[in-house]
């Protein structure tokens, strides 16, 4: 079951009258429960790929439809709808606010979907638990280490139960260790049913995947599934 489909997807930046194209003419077909990793140089589109696949931004043309919607004509309002129902976001950066506790970092989610107090406050301590950080509630960012925020960036992307999992540099800020208890994570979305496309730069790292689509000069160079490498533990 196809759930993300590209087909000459292509996206220019106008930086005044200078057009500068980044990607240039991707097509894509990405089934439901897939595990991607997204590889290639640096300013070679991925970012831009991630943030069209995401609903952050609009393809300059062709043609996006996910989950069975053309987002690639929808105005920004269907498309937030959208993007909060099928998408979760996981950044390098964790991008967590700073004064809210861990718990009310993973309920912001919740806020916008229109669920109410209590519920929001089980339902984030239901993903903080799943994530492994059951016991760090109430902690804010800075009291917790990197790998520990981004466990809550996780939790907070899962919390709407979204079908796919976005996934930018997600190891970029974390040791090797770290790194290795962050991917486990990573296999068990995956296990448990989502989509999940993720940006690296690390082999490593993408060895987690199933599949590695790799990027270069706006183009797709390569496409290929990944033999599944056994993790020990
Ligand atoms: P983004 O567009 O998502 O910011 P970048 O490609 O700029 O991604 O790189 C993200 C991070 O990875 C940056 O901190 C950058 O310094 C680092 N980086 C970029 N290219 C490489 C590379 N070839 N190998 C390792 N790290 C890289
Ligand atoms: P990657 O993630 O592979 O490093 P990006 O998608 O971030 O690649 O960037 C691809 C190219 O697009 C780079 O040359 C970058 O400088 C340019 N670029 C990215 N975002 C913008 C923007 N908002 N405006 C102008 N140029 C951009």
């Given at each position: 079951q196809t759930v993300i489909l590209l087909d000459q997807i292509r996206k220019s930046y106008f930086i005044g009258k200078n057009e500068l194209p980044v990607l240039k003419g991707v097509s894509l077909n990405i089934n439901r429960n897939e595990y991607v990793a997204l590889m290639g140089p640096s300013g070679s589109g991925k970012s831009t790929l991630m943030n069209i696949l995401g609903c952050l931004d609009t393809p300059t043309s062709g043609k996006y439809v996910l989950s069975g919607h053309d987002?690639?004509?929808?105005e920004d309002n269907e498309l937030a709808r959208i993007r909060n129902q099928e998408i979760g976001f996981v950044f390098q950066q964790f991008?967590?606010?700073?004064?809210?506790?861990a718990l009310e970092n993973v309920a912001v989610p919740l806020i916008y979907g229109g669920v109410g107090k209590k519920e929001r406050e089980d339902k984030a301590r239901a993903m903080l638990e799943k994530v492994g950080l059951g016991d760090r509630y109430k902690h804010k960012p800075n009291e917790l280490s990197g790998g520990q925020c981004q466990r809550v960036a996780i939790a907070r992307a899962l919390v709407n139960d979204p079908s796919i999992i976005l996934a930018d540099e997600?190891?970029?800020?974390?040791d090797t260790k770290t790194s290795i208890e962050i991917m486990d994570i990573f296999s068990k979305i995956h296990a448990s049913g989502n989509t999940v496309i993720l940006v690296t730069h690390e082999e490593d790292i993408a060895a987690h995947a199933r599949r590695i689509i790799r990027l270069r000069d706006g183009v797709i160079e390569s496409d290929k599934m990944n033999a599944v490498k056994e993790v020990l533990a």
């Open positions: 987002v690639s004509s929808m991008n967590l606010m700073p004064r809210l506790s997600p190891t970029g800020n974390l």
